[in-house]
């Protein structure tokens, strides 16, 4: 039996490499802390309050598939945290192809996804092992929620906002650039559609009076994970951060790159978008807080087939529990991944109806500590809110 470490966290010294670290360190999971530089690593590690409790060890590697299986081999998950992915990520999956290894990654380009799909795909299917890119907060709440809403039989439509606050890294700037080389994809009838470059939305964030300026934002993950799906037949997705003064300098980015950077020679064009980004975030912001740094993702499935929700005596006993002097929020229990983890709350309703008004559901921590009254759902169960009868709501 091999003793190597079981994950490999290559990117270590990055902000989303450290948060893996820390959550590997909290689990007790032994893993291996993996870059280019040895001292760069080691330093981010010393930082991990408690880092003297976890099993680990530092690695030097150079970034091609030699050196990297190398690394892998004995290994059975490879965390890739090195972007933009569809710059450095193809010889991280063919390195942990090589080695054996499951290949994960928290990319938010869609071209990667595509691309890690038609070269890798198969391959990794073949030697039973896993290929699953964009494993991040930005899509994968998003697509919890599509699948509870993808439970009511006749829904085959999917569209999807993002919203999340804070500023992005030095590596995930680096890739907001990058992507704006890339061609950007939804599904309308399991075909892939291009957007124009410059096309943006006024969306209203759900829960609050404000509105929200997004843009396809590389198309997302969805269309891909979803293309596949017999379920789904149309998929569109749009992201952005809350403040509005970042969105508006992305669209005006994205002006510019069309009208003055996309006449240059591909090489040119990377060289270009890299020093912009550099100049916009050049080192690593602060720990985000979990009390300000929050996301927030809306599903809407809708389809012609979709039949009126059965009346849920569940449903009708939350609404019949809300008190009118209490807050007005109706929390429901949802489960993913056979956990009951996940609670999904609906904004207050000023409608009397559980059936009248846009009902949208949104991750709520501590849910049954505030609200005793709730029973938990048994696991591998899930309640949706529907508010009428071909929509189905989700946040």
Not at 196 to 206: D, G, K, L, S, Y
Not at 223 to 251: H, I, L, S, T, Y
Not at 362 to 378: F, L, N, V, W
Not at 383 to 388: C, D, F
Request: hydrophobic share 40%; net charge positive; glycine share 8%.
């Amino acid at each position: 039996m091999s003793d190597k470490k079981p994950v490999v966290v290559y990117g270590a010294s990055g902000y989303t490499g450290r948060l893996v670290c820390e959550y590997l360190r909290e689990l007790q999971l032994p893993f291996i802390a993996a870059g280019r530089d040895r001292e760069r690593v080691q330093a981010v590690m010393d930082k991990i309050p408690g880092i003297e409790t976890a099993e680990y060890e530092v690695a030097q590697v150079d970034h091609n598939v030699e050196a990297l299986t190398k690394l892998f081999r004995g290994a059975q998950v490879v965390s890739n945290m090195v972007g933009p992915f569809s710059k450095y990520g193809p010889e991280v999956a063919e390195a942990c192809l090589a080695a054996g290894c499951h290949y994960t990654d928290t990319t938010g380009e869609q071209d990667w996804v595509l691309d890690a799909k038609t070269r890798f795909g198969a391959k990794f299917a073949e030697n039973g092992l896993l290929l699953s890119p964009g494993v991040a907060q930005m899509y994968t709440t998003g697509e919890i929620a599509a699948n509870i809403c993808l439970e009511t039989p006749g829904l085959d439509t999917l569209d999807i906002l993002v919203l999340w606050k804070g500023f992005p890294t030095y590596a995930s700037t680096q890739t907001i650039f990058a992507i704006l080389q890339a061609k950007w994809y939804y599904l309308e009838q399991n075909k892939y559609v291009e957007w124009a470059q410059n096309t943006r939305f006024e969306v209203n964030v759900p829960g609050q009076h404000a509105h929200a300026l997004v843009t396809p934002w590389t198309g997302t993950s969805h269309p891909v994970w979803f293309k596949d799906d017999p379920r789904v037949a149309n998929c569109k997705a749009v992201g952005g951060v809350f403040a509005r003064e970042v969105m508006e300098g992305v669209v005006a980015t994205q002006k510019m790159f069309e009208e003055q950077i996309k006449p240059l020679p591909p090489d040119q064009q990377q060289a270009t978008l890299a020093n912009i980004a550099a100049s916009v975030q050049g080192g690593m912001p602060p720990r985000e807080n979990p009390r300000i740094n929050v996301s927030l993702d809306s599903v809407h499935a809708s389809g012609p087939l979709a039949p009126r929700p059965l009346r849920d005596p569940r449903r009708q006993q939350l609404q019949a529990d809300r008190s009118p002097a209490g807050p007005r929020r109706l929390l429901l229990v949802a489960t993913a991944a056979q956990e009951d983890r996940f609670l999904f709350g609906v904004p207050g309703l000023r409608a009397s109806r559980p059936s009248r008004g846009a009902q949208k559901l949104r991750a709520c921590d501590g849910a049954r500590r505030h609200h005793p009254q709730m029973s938990p759902i048994e696991p591998g169960r899930r309640l949706v809110a529907a508010p009428s009868a071909r929509s189905a709501p989700c946040v």
